[in-house]
C-alpha cells in the first residue's frame, strides 16, 4: 500500500523517497514495523486473551507433569498478535501488485484461521481434542493445493512444474501436473510440523525466526536475476517482494517473542504455528527452495519425525522409542530443564540455517 502510493509520487523524481523502490529498504521497514506493533499490541491482546479465556490453554493430562503446574492459566491464541504485525506490516511495505506476496498472504491466513477454530474449540470444551483431524486435514490441504496451483501459474513455464536440488544447478526434476500436489504437501507439511514443534515457552518461535531470515535472503537473491545468475540458482521473477513478508515475520515473531519467552506469558496456540508453518512452506515453494527448507527447518522435520517413529513403532511393537514424543518432551522426560532444551534447540536451528545458506554458494 505504502510502496505503491510512494512508486507513483516518486516517478521521474529524485528524491529520498526513491528509497521506498529497494526492497532492502521495505524489508527493513517491514521489519521494524511488525516489531513495533506486536510491542505495541503485545499487553493489551494479552490482558484481552486473559479476560476472555480465564483459565487459559488447557494442558494435556498426558504430558509432562510440570506443565499442569506450570503452564496452567497462561492463555493461548497469541498467534493473533502475529498475525496482525505481519499482515498489516506486509501490507503497508510489499508491492501489492505482487501476485508471489498475495498467494503466501493467503496460505498464511487460511492456516491461521484452521489454527484459531481449532484453539476456539478447545478453549470451548476445555479439552486438548479441537475441531477433528479429517476437517482440519481437509482445509489445511484445500488451501495448499489452491496455493500450489495458483503459484504454479506465477512462475516462468521452465520452472512452473519442476523441483530444484540444493547443490546442483543444472538439473531439476519434472514433476508436471502433480506439482500442486507436491506443493500442497510441503505447505501442510511445515504447517503441521511447527505446530508440533510448538511445546515449550519459545521454542517454536525463535527457529521460526531464524528459517524467516534464510528466506528473505533467499527471496531477494532468486527475485533478482542478476543475483540469481551470479550465484547459479533458478530466477523466480517477482519472488522478490517475498523478503519484505520475511521481514515482517522476522518482526512479528521477535515481538512476540518478548511476551512468549520462558516463563511465557502467552502461547501463540494453534492460531500462530500453523500460520507461521504454512508461511514458511508456500515461501519456499515459491523460491524453488524446497528441499532447502527440509534443511533450514530441519529441526521441524526432526520433531516430526519423531512423532512418527514413535506411532509407527508403537503399534507393532507396543513399545516406545522416545520416553515422549515430540522430541522436546523425550528430553523434557530425561530431566532436562526446558531453558536448557530450548537454547539447545535453537542453536540446532541457528546452524542449520548456516548449512541452508551454504547451499546457495556449493552447487
Known amino acids: 500500500m505504502l510502496y505503491t502510493l ?75 498478535l502475529i498475525l496482525i504485525a505481519l499482515f498489516t506490516s506486509t501490507l503497508l511495505w510489499a508491492d501489492l501488485q505482487d501476485g508471489f506476496v498475495w498467494a503466501v498472504l493467503f496460505v498464511t491466513g487460511a492456516f491461521g484461521a484452521v489454527g484459531f477454530a481449532d484453539d476456539y474449540r478447545k478453549l470451548a470444551k476445555r479439552n486438548t481434542d479441537g475441531i477433528s483431524k479429517k476437517a482440519r486435514l481437509s482445509c489445511e490441504f484445500g488451501a495448499s493445493l489452491i496455493a500450489g496451483w495458483w503459484m504454479q501459474h506465477l512462475m516462468p513455464i521452465e520452472l512452473a512444474n519442476h523441483l530444484a536440488f540444493p547443490f546442483v544447478k543444472d538439473y531439476m ?47 531477494y537473491l ?63 515453494v515459491a523460491t524453488k527452495h524446497e528441499l532447502v527448507l527440509c534443511i533450514v527447518g530441519g529441526l521441524f522435520v526432526v520433531e516430526t519425525l519423531s512423532v512418527i517413529i514413535q506411532v509407527f513403532w508403537y503399534k507393532r511393537t507396543k513399545k516406545r522409542v522416545f520416553l515422549m514424543a515430540p522430541l522436546h518432551h523425550h528430553f523434557e522426560k530425561k530431566g532436562w530443564q526446558e531453558p536448557k532444551i530450548v537454547i539447545r534447540f535453537w542453536i540446532v536451528s541457528v546452524v542449520l540455517g548456516l548449512v541452508g545458506l551454504a547451499t546457495l554458494k556449493l552447487r
Open 173 to 219: 526434476l519434472p514433476l508436471g501436473y502433480a506439482f500442486p500436489i507436491f506443493a500442497m504437501v510441503t505447505i501442510a507439511g511445515f504447517g503441521n510440523a511447527v505446530n508440533l514443534t510448538d511445546g515449550l515457552d519459545g521454542l517454536a518461535t525463535v527457529p521460526v525466526v531464524i528459517a524467516a531470515l534464510v528466506f528473505a535472503l533467499i527471496s
Open 6 to 80: 510512494v512508486a507513483h509520487h516518486v516517478q521521474g523524481h529524485t528524491t529520498i523517497l526513491n528509497l521506498f523502490r529497494y526492497i532492502t529498504f521495505r524489508a527493513g521497514g517491514a521489519c521494524l514495523t511488525a516489531l513495533a506493533i506486536a510491542l505495541l499490541l503485545g499487553n493489551p491482546v494479552i490482558r484481552e486473551l486473559k479476560r476472555i479465556q480465564r483459565e487459559g490453554q488447557p494442558i494435556r493430562a498426558v504430558g509432562p507433569e510440570r506443565h499442569i503446574l506450570e503452564k496452567a492459566g497462561t492463555p493461548t491464541m497469541g498467534g493473533i
Open 222 to 284: 532468486v527475485g533478482n536475476h542478476v543475483f540469481a545468475d551470479y550465484l547459479q540458482l533458478h530466477a523466480v521473477p517477482g519472488t522478490g517482494e517475498l523478503a519484505v513478508f520475511c521481514a515482517a515475520l522476522v518482526g512479528a515473531g521477535l515481538g512476540f517473542l518478548w511476551f512468549n519467552a520462558p516463563p511465557a506469558s502467552v502461547f501463540m496456540g494453534d492460531t500462530g504455528s500453523l500460520s507461521l508453518g504454512g508461511a514458511l512452506g508456500a515461501v519456499a
